[in-house]
């Protein structure tokens, strides 16, 4: 079946970097794009970042322009989103999503990751 | 960017009543629109993609209507199992936003 495992999440300082990972398994993880996105305590969702299939189509959310990179490795079924220059306003929950298209452009995220704690503070 | 506001925040029912929360986009997403449950320290999952198409799995008490800036998500005969946080997100283009939530509750 089709699962999704975060990792790499931890208590950081602000202005320091991270690197968290979401190793795929269960489907055929070159085959589609993925998204990060995430939660901040007791809030809503944000749309963090995506990549396409192939390691292309990289967007970003705005509050993460710059500072932030998705990229993934195929041959490792690994998708992974770096993290710099980190604010208290990063803290949340970040979950990854594999994204499907149905009738043909309509995405979803229909697979999510159980996901993975980063808090900002000093 | 493309705001989607949900209404409302947060709303009482009972098992076995009729809900309908309504998500509204900023401008024109035409179907592209989607909508998730999350329940308490879990991850969102998908109940409804392309405005009205009920993704596998999901009981037939959802159901989800409209287009171009007015949305609905409607369930039917509430279970208990149903009190949660929805939201809904649009896929129309990037960045692709959620609305604020509606916590369904007791």
């Known amino acids: 079946q089709v699962q999704l495992v975060e990792s790499g999440g931890d208590l950081v300082q602000p202005g320091r970097s991270l690197r968290l990972s979401c190793g795929a398994s269960?489907?055929?993880?070159?085959?589609?794009?993925m998204h990060w996105v995430r939660q901040a305590p007791g809030k809503g969702l944000e749309w963090v970042a995506r990549?396409?299939?192939?390691?292309?189509?990289?967007l970003y959310g705005e509050s993460v322009r710059g500072r932030f990179s998705i990229s993934r490795d195929n041959s490792k079924n690994t998708l992974y989103l770096q993290m710099n220059s980190l604010r208290a306003e990063d803290t949340g929950v970040y979950y990854c999503a594999r994204v499907i298209s149905e009738y043909g452009d309509y995405e979803y995220f229909d697979y999510w990751g159980q996901g993975t704690l980063v808090t900002v503070s000093s | 960017d493309i705001q989607m506001t949900q209404s409302p925040s947060s709303l009482s029912a009972s098992v076995g009543d009729r809900v309908t929360i309504t998500c509204r986009a900023s401008?024109?997403?035409?179907?592209?629109l989607n909508w998730y449950q999350q329940k308490p320290g879990k991850a969102p999952k998908s109940l409804i993609f392309a405005a009205s198409s009920l993704q596998s799995g999901v009981p037939l008490r959802f159901s989800a209507s409209g287009s171009g800036t007015d949305f609905t998500l409607t369930i039917s005969s509430l279970q208990r199992e149903d009190f949660a946080i929805y939201y809904c997100q649009q896929s129309r283009t990037s960045p692709y936003t959620f609305g604020q939530g509606t916590t369904l509750e007791i």
């Open positions: 269960g489907f055929t993880f070159g085959s589609y794009g």
């Open positions: 990549i396409g299939h192939n390691g292309d189509k990289q």
């Open positions: 401008q024109n997403i035409e179907r592209y």
